[in-house]
């Protein structure tokens, strides 16, 4: 039997990975062709997206009364997120990704604040369902602050207006085929990512179980790269498609919906009581991780491989630590 999961677990991060392809080809065609911002586009349509399956498995768990797996999974899926998936898209990207410094200054820091201060929600032992409607209501005037903000909206030569044309009989948005078919292709290639995501996690920890693995270090670890695998798979081919913006938009957007859509839903469906030794670990880690890569993308407002390597390096000395602290 152990042999099946390895085949499905091979074969489904083949299929994954075709879907992200599909999935990054629609995001940064529909960037081009209504003129947005790569990197803003990774933050909010993509980041949105690819936190899907960390939503659902918080969400689930919370429901099914273990919303400690929910924390877990959302906080280790901030470290996998950055020392995996950005630091791997560093490191394959056949050249330097730039960063837009002007996003990165204002998202970067309201990042940092928001993870320090789901840090000081945890340190009593439970974020409760306050606390989860404040996390959320803080995730609505992010997004309220992003439509409004002059560095988020269409660029200078507003492509938008060459796309979304005006019916001349009842002066009705009129969108292009062509933004159809991204559209639809963004639409495909996220549900097959999501999919095989889903398989990948199953046949993952079937394998775990198998070599007795504990249940913490499947949470910390299996888990939390499973459900990272859409960040994963989409700032790998990103960056090897020469959209890293996308990629580092991805994963700062995703962050940041970690933090406070999926930590605040899950305690709104059910108060998380924290394990404080987890707590105590994985928290800081996860700011000392966050801070290493903003420091490192606002170094030359852009990320190459030794800062691919760096992220990456950070990321095995926390598995080794999560390994030693909880087995």
């Known amino acids: 039997m152990i042999y099946l999961y390895f085949i499905v677990l091979i074969a489904s991060f083949v299929i994954l990975f075709k879907c992200a392809d599909f999935f990054v080809d629609g995001a940064s065609g529909i960037a081009r062709q209504l003129n947005i911002p790569k990197m803003v586009v990774g933050i909010v349509l993509v ?9 659902c498995v918080s969400v689930i768990a919370a429901f099914l009364g273990e919303p400690e797996i929910a924390l877990g999974n959302a906080v280790g899926s901030v470290i996998c997120d950055v020392g995996i998936a950005l630091a791997l898209a560093a490191i394959v990207a056949p050249a ?13 820091v309201f990042l940092l604040v928001i993870d320090f201060f789901a840090y000081l929600l945890a340190r009593n032992g439970t974020i409760g369902r306050l606390e989860g409607a404040i996390l959320v209501l803080i995730l609505l005037l992010y997004f309220i602050f992003i439509l409004k903000n002059k560095d988020f909206k269409f660029g200078k030569n507003n492509q938008k207006n060459n796309n979304l044309g005006i019916n001349k009989k009842n002066h009705t948005p009129v969108i292009s085929s062509q933004l159809k078919r ?30 007795s693995i504990s249940k913490t270090i499947i949470g910390l670890t299996v ?19 020469g959209e890293g913006e996308i990629a580092v938009g991805n994963i700062i957007g995703a962050d940041i919906l970690n933090v406070l859509w999926i930590i605040g839903v899950s305690s709104l469906v059910n108060p998380i009581k924290v394990e404080l030794n987890v707590m105590n670990f994985t928290f800081p880690y996860m700011i000392l991780i966050v801070t290493t890569m903003l420091v490192a993308m606002r170094i030359g407002c852009r990320l190459g491989k030794i800062k691919g ?11 080794i630590l999560a390994l030693k602290l909880f087995t």
């Open 182 to 211: 991204l559209v639809l292709l963004f639409i495909a290639g996220l549900a097959g990512v999501i999919f095989s995501s889903v398989i990948v996690v199953w046949a993952a920890k079937n394998i775990a179980i198998h070599f």
């Open 96 to 108: 330097v990704i730039f960063v837009n410094c002007r996003v990165l200054k204002i998202i970067g």
């Open 47 to 55: 980041g949105m997206a690819t936190t899907a399956p960390e939503f």
């Open 223 to 241: 888990i939390a790269i499973g459900t990272s695998l859409p960040e994963i798979s989409t700032c790998v081919t990103a960056a090897l498609k």
């Open 309 to 319: 390597i760096i992220l990456f390096g950070l990321y095995i000395i926390y598995f």
